[in-house]
């Protein structure tokens, strides 16, 4: 399903910079995250959602960085339903790092305390 929209995801990715709705934050991607997101079919939309209404976020005191996850309505993989982004933030303005699908034991590796 997810080929059918290359096209406009990869029109998509040609601007670094995404409006996330509703709160306005700016959305920056590394070349790294765009390369990642393209290669892992993630798909721009849950990638906004995941900023701006996480199921988890926490703040990584040793690599300086956030971490946040949501549930993907229609992940690549069915046994890795979790959106999980690396991100940085100051003040409105969020640059994601990365971006990954994981699954329960996933995001427990990576220091969530929340499944769903």
């Not at 509703?22 to 290669?39: A, S, V, Y």
């Not at 959602?49 to 703040?59: A, C, G, M, R, S």
């Not at 993907?72 to 640059?95: A, G, M, R, W």
Request: glycine content about 6%; proline content about 3%.
């Amino acid at each position: 399903m997810w080929t059918k929209n290359l096209a406009k995801f990869q029109e998509s990715l040609k601007s670094s910079i995404l409006c996330g709705e509703p709160m306005g934050i700016r959305i920056k991607l590394t070349t790294h995250c765009r390369q990642r997101i393209q290669e892992r079919a993630i798909d721009i939309k849950d990638i906004e959602k995941v900023i701006n209404d996480p199921l988890e976020t926490f703040y990584d005191k040793e690599r300086q960085n956030y971490k946040s996850f949501g549930k993907s309505k229609d992940p690549l993989i069915k046994e890795q339903p979790y959106l999980v982004l690396i991100h940085s933030k100051i003040n409105s303005s969020i640059t994601i790092i990365t971006a990954m699908w994981a699954d329960k034991g996933g995001l427990k590796a990576i220091g969530f305390s929340k499944f769903w």
